[in-house]
């Protein structure tokens, strides 16, 4: 919990980091953990919104999942931890036939799992993880993840559940929810573009500030709820219920968890210039799963590492874990508010459906990002027909699920399956007939 002062405590040097076990001057450590605040402050309340958790417990855990991960990663890798996309589509799936405590009991059984990951990898190392997930099926598996949301996030945009009149296609389209999705839209990619540094990497949250501004112009918000809430109070704890039948639709995101935590510890050791930082892998998997399961078993959205808060390090060259706790403790402080967690609610439909149609795209698009960066061929059919099959089956079933008996299985866990079990077995029997598949011939201009 000692950090040295980097410098003068004031700037940092061309060229210079601040690195995880340094810190500037206070006074800029705290605002530094005020931009961490900001940056993933979009996104981590999305969830819970989305889903139907209380964002002022979901904050409470994201606070106190951010702290534990400190303490078991000794204070040297600085993260922030907010709520994971990943859990979206089988929450929505498991809620379906009841309350939340359903979804986290299979939330809390997730983050052990993943913390089992982390022991695993603490023992033995990394490599069993590349075997079983090579870059081909990670980034399938981040990428059928997003667009497996495309379906939900069409919901938010026409405001499904609120009425309306009717589109061509008998689904019923609420205007001022369509305008508001289009304004949120457009002002996340017109701020992105004009913009550099953390304005331009808060891009969501300030489009979700303008298009809400203009949805209260519009009358479409009520602050009813937000007069009503106390200005302090504790967030609304749940206990989670046992329900077997739920897990094996959750179960699959913890191969995304391992991609997220194990990126976030490179790139964090690559920025900084140190690869002893690596070793921190397997802690960073066991702190950010049982940050999931207190998460789970007291009302709270999963959590898992953030790129933007990557962002933000990158641009300041700032990465000391001074900063992360300011901003754990920043939000748990917000959480401590009813009448900010009501505000929340008042978010139109709209307005989140045009943040997620960007932000589940986003997220697809990271898994094809992972295809780019490690150069998978996809001339190699043994790639392509495992992916193509994988995506479809995310994309086309939505949040749509299939029992098997007592068990329900949702569309990440079936595509996930199918990219696995078809990725491996096309391997196989490749080298039961002898030799690498020679990459197809790529076709030339019409």
């Known amino acids: 919990m000692a950090w040295t002062i980097h410098g003068d405590g004031k700037s940092v040097e061309p060229g210079a980091v601040v690195r995880p076990g340094e810190r500037l001057s206070w006074p800029r450590t705290i605002g530094l953990g005020g931009q961490h605040v900001v940056a993933m402050f979009g996104a981590t309340f999305l969830v819970p919104i989305i889903t139907g958790f209380d964002p002022s417990t979901t904050l409470l855990f994201s606070g106190l999942g951010t702290l534990l991960f400190l303490l078991l990663t000794g204070n040297r890798m600085p993260s922030y931890l907010g709520s994971s996309f990943a859990f979206i589509s089988p929450v929505i799936a498991a809620k379906s036939g009841g309350d939340i405590s359903t979804a986290l009991f299979a939330i809390a059984a997730t983050g052990v799992a993943l913390a089992l990951v982390g022991l695993l990898v603490m023992k033995v190392g990394t490599g069993w993880i590349h075997a079983l997930m090579p870059p081909v099926v990670m980034g399938g598996v981040v990428a059928l993840i997003g667009f497996n949301l495309a379906q939900a996030s069409w919901n938010n945009v026409i405001n499904l559940d609120a009425g309306g009149s009717f589109a061509p296609g008998g689904k019923p389209v609420d205007d001022d929810h369509l305008l508001l999705a289009a304004v949120t839209v457009l002002s996340i990619v017109v701020i992105a573009a004009l913009f550099r540094g953390i304005l331009g990497r808060i891009a969501v949250l300030l489009g979700f500030v303008v298009a809400y501004l203009v949805a209260v112009v519009m009358g479409v918000v009520s ?167 994988a995506l479809i089956l995310a994309m086309g079933m939505g949040n749509d699920v299939i029992a098997f008996g007592d068990f329900t299985l949702g569309g990440i866990a079936i595509a996930t399956a199918a990219i696995l079990v078809l990725y491996h077995l096309m391997n196989a029997l490749e080298r039961v007939r002898g030799g690498a598949e020679a990459p197809a011939p790529s076709e030339g201009p019409r």
């Open 223 to 389: 602050f009813d709820a937000v007069k009503a809430a106390d200005w302090v109070g504790l967030p609304e704890l749940t206990s989670p219920s046992v329900e077997w039948s739920v897990l094996p639709m959750f179960l699959p995101v913890v191969f995304v968890l391992v991609a997220e935590n194990v990126g976030h510890v490179r790139s964090v050791a690559h920025l900084v210039g140190d690869d002893s930082l690596n070793d921190l892998t397997g802690r960073a998997l066991l702190a950010d799963g049982l940050a999931t399961t207190v998460a789970g078993l007291g009302g709270g959205s999963a959590t898992t590492t953030y790129g933007e808060n990557i962002g933000v390090m990158s641009a300041t060259r700032v990465f000391s874990t001074a900063a992360y706790w300011v901003a754990g403790v920043v939000a748990i402080l917000l959480s401590l508010s009813p009448k900010f967690g009501a505000l929340l609610f008042t978010i139109p439909n709209g307005v989140i459906g045009g943040a997620t149609l960007v932000l589940y795209g986003v997220i697809g698009l990271i898994g094809v990002r992972m295809w780019i960066d490690r150069q998978v061929d996809f001339g190699q059919q043994k790639n392509l027909f495992p992916v193509a099959a």
